[in-house]
């Protein structure tokens, strides 16, 4: 059974370390977009999904990448 909980402790840990990343890259992407002008936005939006490694799945979500859309995709 220590075992068992252990593993589960494990995983969490690992999922919890995910979402952290994740959250940064996405604090990291709304600063950067501050910066910029609004034209260029949805080029920084799509960059950070293609980052992430969900471009094919945000693309049966939405077609253009914009913080409201990345926001929106769970």
Known sequence: MLSRVADSIYWMSSYIERAENVARCVEVNVQLTLDLPMASTEEQWQALVT??????????HADTASRREVRLMR
């Open 51 to 60: 980052t992430m490694g969900d471009a094919a799945r945000f693309r049966q």
